[in-house]
T-cell receptor
């Protein structure tokens, strides 16, 4: 019940395209859903986060869509760029007590 | 600049040796965490601490030990009992219980066996 599932495992997108990564959770106590971006040899960096009282949050080219009833949330990267090539992790927490991470998605954006 | 500092960036361990990885934060966060990341894999929780002088085992604590004597510091010791220690180790911190804030990560320590 603590698991966060993430798909796809890897994703290849052409420059300018839309990258979509999906996550699903079981624990209804989760109330905070961040996304992290990790470049090789670096620690994950917070990209964008959402709480379950909203269905969508947008920051620049990055958008989180959240479906509380389906217990699913997704990251959309619009106008994907080669510099977006990285590993992306979704995560969930219940009020700061437990952080559970998805297994990650390796995104490659072709020039 | 507030953040998390991990040192060293690279570390080599000899057989039978214990090594200690440093993690310091100046974010005034209560909670700190250690994760292990293997190539192409996700994050696995080793230990975490919600408050000074208290810590709990994560999913893969065997062969590791920690201490939390100061709020700012959460060192991780990889003991000789950890038979496969080669990995990328990440330290993180957050506001802790009831804070509903994200974790912030350091830039990791890469540990290899000589």
């Amino acid at each position: 019940q603590q698991q966060v599932k993430q798909s796809p495992q890897s994703l290849i997108v052409q420059k300018g395209g839309i990258s979509i990564i999906n996550c699903a959770y079981e624990n209804t106590a989760f109330d905070y859903f961040p996304w992290y971006q990790q470049f090789p040899g670096k620690g994950p960096a917070l990209l964008i986060a959402i709480r379950p009282d909203v269905s969508e949050k947008k920051e620049g080219r990055f958008t989180i869509s959240f479906n509380k009833s389906a217990k699913q949330f997704s990251l959309h990267i619009m106008d994907s760029q080669p510099g977006d090539s990285a590993t992306y992790f979704c995560a969930a927490s219940n009020y700061g007590q437990n952080f559970v991470f998805g297994p990650g998605t390796r995104l490659s954006v072709l020039p | 600049d507030g953040g998390i500092t991990q040192s060293p960036k690279y570390l080599f361990r000899k057989e039978g040796q214990n090594v200690t990885l440093s993690c310091e934060q100046n974010l005034n966060h209560d909670a700190m965490y250690w994760y292990r990341q293997d190539p192409g894999q996700g994050l696995r929780l080793i230990y975490y601490s919600q408050i000074v002088n208290d810590f709990q085992k994560g999913d893969i604590a065997e062969g590791y030990s920690v201490s939390r004597e100061k709020k700012e510091s959460f060192p991780l010791t990889v003991t000789s009992a950890q038979k496969n220690p080669t990995a990328f180790y990440l330290c993180a911190s957050s506001g802790g219980r009831n804070s509903n804030q994200p974790q912030h990560f350091g830039d990791g320590t890469r540990l290899s066996i000589l």
